[in-house]
Each structure stands twice: as C-alpha cells, then as structure tokens.
C-alpha cells in the first residue's frame, strides 16, 4: 500500500474511513510496538498498540492539526506514551527494564555498525536515565522529529532539543567508558 | 565512534531500530474495524447500560405508585382529592369523579350540613342553594345524573327553608307576594334580588323539572314566576292548572304562600318535589305539604 499524506489519510479518519485508519494503524504499528517493547514484555506491547489505536479512534476528534505541533504521529506516540505508563502502573512497576534481548536488528551487512559496537551502544544507552532514554527512544525508535517528540513528552520542541543533545553527550560518555572497560 | 549527534543517533537507531517486518495481526485490524464501525454509529451500538435509566425509571415507577395508590384510595374512600391530582386521577383513567361533580357533591354535602344546623341560617342556606344550583347546572348530562336526585331533594328542601312562614288562613298576601313566586324562597329578601335568584334557579333547575312530572305544566308558571307578578302567582302553585284551582290555590295559597312560593320559584325542584307528592289541582296545598314533607 502506498502510503498517502499523512494529513490526508487524518482527513478521512475523521470520516470514520476504514481504510485511512488501517493505513495510519499499519503505517505506525512497528514503530509504536518497537516503542512499547522497550517497557512491557511483547503481549503487553501489542496489548498497549491496540488500546493506543482505540483511544486514537474514540478521541480522534480532539485531535487539532496544527503546523508545527507535531502532527498526528506526536499525538499518536503521546498517547501510547501514556498508555504504556497506565501498563506499568498496572504491572506495579516503572521504568525500564533490562533492554530486550530481541531489539537488535543490526545488519552486519550495512557495515554503518558492527554487532560489536550495537552491543556497546545498547549497554550505554542502559546507562542514561529514564527521561534520557524515553526522549532519544521517541527520536530513534519511533522516528519521531523533534516537534513530535514534543508533542509526545507535552514539551516545547526547543526544550525537547537540548535535552536530546545533553542525553547524547552522556551517550556518548557511556559509551567511551564502556568500550574502555570492554577493551 | 562518531562524534556528531546526528551520527550517533543514526547508531543508535540502528541499535534500537524495530524490526522491519512487524505487521498488525489480522485480528487487530480487524477490532480496528469496529472501533471505526462503533465511533461513526455504523456497528451495533452499545444498549444503554441499565443502570443509566435504572434511577429515572425507579423515580417513574415509584410516582406511578404512589399516585395511583393515593387516586385509588382516594377514589375508593371518597376522601377529598386535590383537584390536579384528580384531574390526572382522570386522564390514566382511575375511577375517579370529575371535578365539576366532585365540586357538586361537595357544594351539596354543604348545603345539606346548613339545612340540619339548627337553627338555621337562611343566608348560608340561600348562598349554598345557590353555590350548588350553579355546580349542578353545569355539570354534564352524565355527571348530573349522579346528583340530580340528590340536588333535587336538597334544593326542594332549602326553598321550603328559605320560603316565609305561613300566614293563617284567608290573610291578605304579603306584600312581596308578587315577586315570591318568581323569587321563590327568598320572599322577604329585597325585590330587586329576586328575580336574579330566580333566574339562578330557574337556569340549572330548568331541565331537571322538565324531567319531572311537573315540568311540563309549567314551563310559563316558571317563567311568570320568574317575570311577572301578581294574580300570576296563583298558578305556581296551581301547577295543573285551572282557574278554579288557581283560586282554591289562591285560598290556600296563604298556606302556600311561602311554600307554594316555593313551588313556583323554585319550579324545578319543586316541582319535582310536588309531582312526588302526588301534585294535580291539590298541588297548591299538597305542593306546599310537599315541600315539607319532601325534606322530611
């Protein structure tokens, strides 16, 4: 399926078109199942996936496209956000746990990492704090700009900025001091 | 190990990254379908939860009951209902009277508590004949015979009350004489009351004494009554109707005077009470003994 305008497709969903809310289900679910997944086990994942698109239907006409806002796909992930901390508030947790084993799509082929160095990253990327790793998974995980991570987090995209760029230098930190211990 | 941010988020992603093939289940598109289906009203809608209507139906049934066990009570005690609740008593149907013949009743129930005081009062009496002539003349034909023996009966026996007392034998007519038939009972009142009390009688009084078996005699006795005066009078309580009753009713008419009076006035009733007694040329005296004895 070829995907149309996010917009539009936003358009028809108002409408109660099928079809445009199965291609917004399709078009987000890999990124909001690899986003749930960091917090829950994989059916806690798919149940949160599927709570967030029915509240995303039952609220749909809350939804104000504003430019600069963060568009629909900010709002989306602002509610699986929410939706996902209502899980672990269930679960009687917070926060992450260990990173999952299952998240390590490295293809050796590209050869932009190697499996040594995701390894790496993973463990220092363990090493950030909550917030740290909530903002830089919205950015990298679920692919969101920094306005729709704003929009996600209730933040200001400017603020949402240098947050990420201070979680990337104590990244990059970590991960100094975790190849100097591995090497 | 890269350096700029957006390199090491390209890492990062790659680290991170979903897998590539993660696809909603058939069955989750599928309740994606029906949410859509179910927020734009095109799938089966949710019935309303019972417990939304359970309190405006309980507070429904609970009004329900307790109206219709207060009409029925009501209706069945013969206690006094407020008129709106009577009037919707009406309208669901509860056997219950219709205002206008609950307000008759009421006024004859007066009427009859004035005519057993003792002493009586002429002024609430002639009010309340009045009061109840007014009720019962507008009362529908079915009400109206629910009370009509009893309005009857009652204002036969107000117009004896209010009528002067007789005088002895062969004495002079008094003075109000011309005015007491068509006035009826009230003969001492002021002539110009007269003819008004008359016509309130006559109007709601008209129709029952057609009824009655004097009515047909006096259509004009009533209305002579009720207009003119004098040697007319005679004929009031001569409701038969000869000249030779008319003076046997004249001799005796001081007997009947007020009661007689009576007759004429209060045809209607009266009449009816003296069709009672028997009536014909003896109507003049037995019409007065009538209105007597009609109470009795």
Same mark, same amino acid.
């Given at each position: ?17 099928? *079809? ?98 995701? *390894? ?64 | ?230 040697? &007319? ?33 209060? &045809? ?29």
């Amino acid at each position: 399926m070829a995907f149309e305008d996010s917009s539009d497709l936003v358009v028809r969903a108002r409408g109660a078109d099928r *079809d445009a809310w199965e291609a917004l289900y399709r078009r987000a679910y890999p990124r909001l199942l690899a986003y749930a997944m960091r917090r829950l086990d994989a059916d806690g994942a798919r149940d949160a996936v599927s709570e967030t698109m029915a509240r995303a239907v039952a609220n749909i006409g809350r939804y104000r496209q504003v430019p600069g806002s963060g568009g629909f796909d900010g709002w989306l992930f602002g509610i699986c956000r929410h939706v996902v901390l209502d899980a672990q508030r269930a679960a009687g947790r917070r926060g992450y746990g260990p990173p999952p084993d299952t998240v390590s799509h490295v293809d050796p082929a590209e050869g932009l990492v190697s499996a040594e160095e995701a *390894d790496a990253v993973r463990r220092a990327f363990a090493l950030l704090s909550d917030d740290d790793r909530e903002l830089l998974e919205l950015r990298v995980v679920a692919g969101l700009s920094a306005e729709e991570t704003a929009a996600a987090l209730g933040r200001r995209a400017g603020a949402v900025r240098m947050a990420q760029s201070r979680a990337l230098s104590k990244l990059r930190r970590f991960l100094s001091e975790v190849e100097g211990v591995s090497a | 190990m890269t350096t700029r941010d957006d390199e090491l988020l390209d890492v990062l992603a790659t680290s991170l990254g979903p897998a590539p093939d993660a696809e909603p289940t058939w069955a989750e598109v599928s309740q994606l379908h029906r949410l859509v289906d179910t927020a734009a009203g095109r799938g089966p809608r949710a019935r309303t939860p019972l417990w939304r209507i359970r309190r405006p139906l309980t507070a429904a049934l609970a009004g329900v009951l307790v109206f219709g066990t207060a009409s029925a009570a009501a209706a069945l005690s013969g206690a006094v209902m407020p008129q709106p609740v009577r009037v919707a008593a009406r309208a669901v149907g509860l056997p219950v009277d219709s205002p206008d013949l609950a307000g008759a009743r009421a006024a004859l129930a007066r009427l009859r508590d004035a005519l057993d005081h003792r002493p009586l009062e002429l002024g609430a009496i002639r009010a309340l004949a009045q009061d109840a002539r007014d009720r019962v003349g507008r009362l529908s034909a079915d009400d109206r015979a629910d009370v009509e023996a009893e309005a009857t009966f009652l204002l036969a026996q107000a117009d004896n009350a209010l009528a002067p007392p007789p005088g002895p034998l062969g004495a002079p007519p008094p003075e109000t004489r011309p005015a007491s038939p068509s006035g009826a009972a009230p003969a001492p009142a002021s002539p110009s009351a007269e003819p008004a009390d008359d016509g309130g009688r006559d109007q709601p009084t008209a129709n029952p004494n057609q009824s009655g078996p004097g009515s047909d005699d006096h259509p004009s006795g009533d209305d002579q009554s009720g207009s003119s005066a004098g040697p &007319s009078q005679s004929s009031g309580p001569g409701s038969s109707g000869s000249s030779g009753d008319n003076q046997t009713a004249t001799t005796q008419h001081v007997d009947n005077s007020g009661h007689g009076g009576s007759d004429g006035g209060g &045809s209607s009733h009266d009449g009816g009470g003296s069709s009672h007694n028997g009536g014909g040329s003896a109507g003049g005296s037995s019409g007065s003994g009538d209105g007597h004895s009609g109470p009795g």
